[in-house]
């Protein structure tokens, strides 16, 4: 089991800044793949982006590219998601999720979610 908690979301403006982070705690957080998910309203869940375990390889779903980096501090046990450049598609609640091993590019995959943190972008 993993727990995580997230912090750092808020109202920005469009093409502004935000740093989500995510502290994991339980069993061994350095042996779990992580992301952060997203789910804007009336719309599903997507994961936007992850990383592996070790060797640091990420993920990013297009519409992040160039504008989101993942990272995270395995001595802390944080996750850490830098957006820049935000835009007003990019609200949306953001969950930092885990998964056992082996990092996956669908949020199905993830079995550990945190309660989420709100990200406004105003239009």
């Known amino acids: 089991q993993v727990q995580l908690v997230e912090s750092g979301g808020g109202l920005v403006q469009a093409g502004g800044s935000l740093r989500l982070s995510c502290v994991a705690s339980?069993?061994?957080?350095?042996?779990?793949?992580v992301g952060w998910a997203r789910q804007a309203p009336g719309k599903e869940r997507e994961l936007v982006a992850a990383?592996?375990?070790?060797?640091?390889?990420?993920y990013y779903v297009d519409s992040v590219k160039g504008r989101f980096t993942i990272s995270r501090d395995n001595a802390r046990n944080m996750v850490f998601l830098q957006m820049n450049n935000l835009k007003p598609e990019d609200t949306a609640v953001y969950y930092c999720?885990?998964?056992?091993?082996?990092?996956?590019?669908?949020?199905?995959?993830?079995?550990?979610w945190g309660q989420g943190t709100q990200v406004t972008v105003p239009s």
């Open positions: 999720v885990a998964r056992w091993r082996y990092i996956s590019y669908s949020q199905v995959d993830y079995d550990y």
């Open positions: 339980g069993r061994t957080p350095s042996n779990y793949a």
């Open positions: 990383i592996t375990r070790t060797d640091g390889s990420t």
